[in-house]
Every structure is written in structure tokens, then in C-alpha cells.
């Protein structure tokens, strides 16, 4: 066993798990003042019962020995394993680490259904969701042939698609989750006429700036070792996400005149989607390249939700989705296996098609089964317990029917003696 690749790999962990309160702080400061408990709490309640499905079953079934590459085992139920070993670290870091793009990729669904959705019926949808979408999605990409076990998924194995963190099974998966719940949920009321601007971007460029640190272990914490290919998926991570935010700035100014603080949180976040799939595969060139058309793409995305008619309150689909769609992509264009000798040539390195329709695959393979997948679970969650709080709870706000809190405290102070409440202004 290696100490320093443990060390490595629990410290990139922490930080990743540190992406799902910054996530909060994200979606919450997107939303009205009367909701930004209910946003934030889907993200926390995520952490939890993610967390407990993990380590019972999830863990061993993306990573157990594979049954014709569609599922893993049960090898690993429970996580009792304490010294076993995999690609030089204990299992049991090694599962921490995975099981923190569990909770990230559950938590992003949230967004698209902000303003609307009541607490209980989203934990019950989540937890399902984990079992019934991601798992079988993650075996297919993550579980390589002996990394960890013995037999792996069909879309590494078989297809030998490249997605060096997440491109598929968290960001192609969470758009289109995503969308599947916006539509079966349906649009918030009042939308689009009626305005719902954010009600705290300090909160939202908060929760960009700890997405943007974390997602540093995610992506270079994915090279399990502190060696040459993470320090290239850090410096690629970076660099993308810098393209993406000058990118995406630019064009909001030419189309709406201003550069705006929204904008250039949401750049941030698309470029670091955009290069998660293809971080240890790429050089500083092809980063660049994905960066940018994250930038250019993703806003264009969240312009045309308006003419498509789909409530995504806080633009998951536009962002991961099709951001995650760009960034696999460009994979089979700008990948190199002089970056990573376990990695592909892509088409502008002399590879042909072959990388490319590989990633052309994977991204119908996660949109198609992410989507349907989340739609028929939505939908029972919806006519069984029900989803979606009454008319006039979304009107007054949720927090209060369903946390019987509220995140800011409007009542008049007191003033000290026998004189009346007064209000101070």
C-alpha cells in the first residue's frame, strides 16, 4: 500500500465533498428568498442518504466484478473491507472518493426543479435515483478492467470510450435527469412572464468559488496518485475553466451589453464541466478549445430553454448537460496519448474516427438511459406520494411549509422598556 497515493486520494475526497456544500450556497443564492432553505437542504439531504446507499450497496455495484458489463457485484456490500488494497489504496479511500460524484451528481438534479418541490418525495426520488440511474451508468464508464476488480463495464471495456471524471455518468446523467424532472414536474407558476431573479449572488459566487476548488479533486484527484497525469488534469482544469469564463463574459456583453456576476459564475462552472471528461487526456491546447466552446455553448443552451418551453429553474441541462456533451466530444478531437499513454488519439491527433464515435456512443448511451431512467422514477414518485408542493405554497414560498423555517427574519425589533415594536429602517 502506498501512504502518499492514500493521502492523496483522502485529501482529494475532502474536497470533493466540500463541492456539495458549495453547490448549496450555488443553487440557493439562485433562488428566491422564500425557498433558499428547501434548495439548500436538497443539496445536504443528498450527503446523507447517498451516502448510506454507498456504503451499503452502490459502492460494490459499480465496482464489483461486472455481470456481462451492465452491473457490479456485491464483493464490496457494506464497505467491511478494511484492508483490502486496489490500484495501490485501501478500498475503503478509494470508495470515499467515488462516492463523493454520487452526491454531487444527485445534488445537481435539484436545480432544475427549484421553487417546487416538496422535501420528502425529492429525498425518496434521490435515493432511487442512485440505485436505479447512476449505478448501472457508473459500472459502464468507471469500472475499468483490473483497476479494481476483475471484469468491468461495457462502455470502457467494450466501447472504449474516454471520460477521465465524470463526463457521462455525472455531468451527460445530471442534464438529462434533469430535464426528465422538469418535465414531469412542469413549469414553476408564473414562469416565464413573471420575474425570479437570485436573491443573493454573493451566495452564488461563493458557491462557484468552492465548486471551481473542489472540483480540482475531482479531476485531478481521478489519476488516483500525485504523478504527471494529475498535475495535467489540473493544469487543464484550470485553464479550461479561465477560457470559459472570458468566453461566456464576452458573448453576454456583444448580446445583452453587460457582463454580468450570474454569467461569469455560471462560465466558471460550465468550463469545469466541459473539461472534467477530457482533463487527463488533453494538453493546455485542447483545453483551451473545450473551455471556450463550454462558454459559447452553454449560454447559447440556456437562451434557447425560453423558446423550447422547458422550466429547468437553474439551467442543469444547459449547463452539465450539454456542457458534458461538449467536453466528451471534443474528447474524440483533442485527445492524446501523449498526455496519457493509457488514453486515445483523437481525430486531430492522427486517430481517425474511432475515438470519436466512442464518444458519440456514450453520450446517446448516458442521455437516453439518464432520461428515461429518471423520468419513470419522477413520474411514481409524483402519482404516488406526490412531488410537487400545492398552488399556494409555491406562491407563498416553501421554507415555511416545509422546514417551518425561514432563511431570513423580517420581524420588527423591540425596543428595550415598555414602548411599542418599532421598526428600524
Sequence with gaps: MDTGNTAYVLGCAALVMLMTPGLAFFYGGMVRASSVLNMMMMSLVSLGVIGLVWVLFGFSLVFGDSHAGLIGGFEF???????????????????????????????????????????????????GWTLVVYVPLAHWIFAVNGAVSEKGGWLANTLHALDFAGGTAVEVNSGASALALALVLGKRRGWPHEPMRPHNLPFVLLGAGLLW???????????????????????????????????????????????????????????????????????????????????????????????????????????????????????????????????????????????????????????????????????????TVGFRVPEHVETAGIDE????????EYSPLRTRGSGPERNWT
Design 213 to 383: 476548488f473542489g472540483w480540482f479533486g475531482f479531476n485531478a484527484g481521478s489519476a488516483l496518485a500525485a504523478g504527471a497525469v494529475a498535475s495535467n488534469a489540473f493544469v487543464t482544469t484550470m485553464t479550461a475553466a479561465a477560457a470559459a469564463v472570458v468566453a461566456w463574459l464576452a458573448l453576454e456583453h456583444r448580446l445583452d451589453g453587460r457582463p454580468t456576476s450570474l454569467g461569469g459564475a455560471s462560465a466558471a462552472v460550465a468550463g469545469l464541466v466541459g473539461i472534467t471528461p477530457a482533463c487527463g487526456y488533453v494538453d493546455t491546447f485542447g483545453a483551451l478549445l473545450i473551455g471556450v466552446a463550454a462558454g459559447v455553448v452553454c449560454q447559447l443552451a440556456i437562451r434557447l430553454k425560453y423558446r423550447l418551453g422547458y422550466d429547468d429553474s437553474l439551467d442543469v441541462v444547459a449547463i452539465h448537460g450539454v456542457g458534458g456533451m461538449v467536453g466528451l466530444f471534443l474528447t474524440g478531437l483533442v485527445a492524446t496519448d501523449a498526455v496519457n499513454p493509457a488514453g486515445r488519439n483523437g481525430l486531430f491527433y492522427g486517430g481517425g474516427f474511432g475515438l470519436l464515435g466512442s464518444q458519440v456512443v456514450a453520450i446517446m448511451v448516458a442521455a437516453g438511459w439518464a432520461f428515461v431512467g429518471s423520468a419513470v422514477l419522477a413520474w411514481l414518485v409524483r402519482r
Design 401 to 408: 411549509a416545509e422546514h417551518a423555517e425561514s432563511a431570513y
Design 77 to 127: 456490500a457494506g464497505l467491511r473491507q478494511v484492508h483490502v488494497v486496489v490500484g495501490g489504496v485501501p478500498v475503503q479511500a478509494f470508495a470515499m472518493f467515488e462516492l463523493m460524484f454520487a452526491v454531487i451528481t444527485g445534488a445537481l438534479l435539484s436545480g432544475a426543479i427549484a421553487d417546487r418541490a416538496r422535501f420528502w418525495p425529492w429525498t425518496l426520488f434521490v435515493a
